[in-house]
């Protein structure tokens, strides 16, 4: 099954890291609180979660994409 | 293309770090330079309700971008559980302010002339290492003293986000960083409850 990045946006500090290492431009901080995944552009590389300092983004499937 | 260029450039901003921590090695009175890394954040995130400085500007997230990232000065591993609690990153928000004040008491001792400057830097504020070829001359003794008190807060916690840094991930100081805690607690309350704001989207 095709796989997205999910964040667990209560755990996430809103520092970017994510955001900068995205190859799709996928990945955004909303309004310095959480970050948000957009499942039309994620490709599931999970490249945004190996630099997540908080490990707070895990691979879901692709229906339940985006963020908890 | 235009945002690219404009986001590569902030891609360097850790040479600041670089050089703010180089100045203060050779003239304390430098350390003032460092309120910018507390002004802009809290100005972003009180009037602008994000935490750009975090996202983009800030020359200490990029220059562990860079040495844990580029360079490799990394480990890469997940950082333990209680480092990422809410417990944690708050304690260590309420510890570093208080830290914060007690330097702000400290300079207000030898502005009032009740203590003497102290021409060291307090590293873990708990050793004093001897700085004195960095206190030039003229300036007042409550303005070195704050310039001795600031730096060895930034030093400190530099060095705490370097040990990080390497054994568990590049950006791992972020996750505990008191600037990002407060600035993202400070977007929270601006902007509305998480769970609230992604019913929305
Ligand atoms: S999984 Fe890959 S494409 Fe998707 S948000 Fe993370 S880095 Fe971007
Ligand atoms: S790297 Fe992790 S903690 Fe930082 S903004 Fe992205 S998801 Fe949140
Ligand atoms: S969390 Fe702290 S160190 Fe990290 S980018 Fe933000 S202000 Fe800089």
New binding site residues.
Partial sequence: MKRKAKVLLEEC?A??SCVKVCPRGAIQVVKGMYANVEPELCVGCMACARACPASVIVEAPAEMEGAS | MRKKSIRSIFDYTWVFTVVYFGLGFFNILFAWLGLI?FLI?LYGALFQGN?A???RY????RL?DLLGGKLGLSRHRPAPLWLRSKFFRYGFLVFFMAMFFNMLWGTWLVFSSARELRVAVKLMWSFYVPWGWAAGSGAAPWSLQFSYGLYSLMLTSLLI?LGVMWLYKP?T??VF?????M?QWICKVKNGNTNEMHKKA
């Fill in positions: 500090v520092c970017g | 890394c954040p935490k400085f975090c996202n800030c020359g200490r997230g562990f986000g950006r100081w972020c960083c008191p600037m990002g805690t600035t």
